[in-house]
Nanobody, 124 residues
């Protein structure tokens, strides 16, 4: 089964940027949809963005639309999430997930494999 490892989180000031990466352990990842979710302390895990296997379809939550950009490089088995104009409410652990149907989805129950998460902290 494919394994996912996220990286790129950190501490950034409000208005700043980060790029998160999610590297998969198997080339089969190129057939999977991928999504990013986040979970803040005391809150449920929420959808952030998703991308289809080919990269032809992308999806964003209303709260991050026009600030975050999802992309993928299937030759590197990697999905990226570019975070821009970060705000304190973006502080959370960000998780990458794989959707074996290849479609990409906004629903966390549609994902089969999850990474361990990377912390993003935005200071005022």
């Amino acid at each position: 089964q494919v394994q996912l490892v996220e990286s790129g989180g950190g501490l950034v000031q409000a208005g700043g940027s980060l790029r998160l990466s999610c590297v998969a352990s198997a080339s089969a990842f190129s057939r999977y949809g991928a999504g990013w979710f986040r979970q803040a302390p005391g809150q449920e895990r929420e959808f952030v963005s998703a991308i289809s296997a080919t990269g032809g379809q992308t999806y964003y939550s209303a709260s991050v639309h026009r600030r975050f950009t999802i992309s993928r490089d299937n030759a590197k088995n990697t999905v990226y999430l570019q975070l821009s104009d970060l705000q304190s409410e973006d502080t959370a652990v960000y998780y990458c997930a794989a959707d074996l149907t290849g479609l990409g989805s906004t629903g966390k129950d549609d994902y089969d494999v999850w990474g361990q998460g990377t912390q993003v902290t935005v200071s005022p």
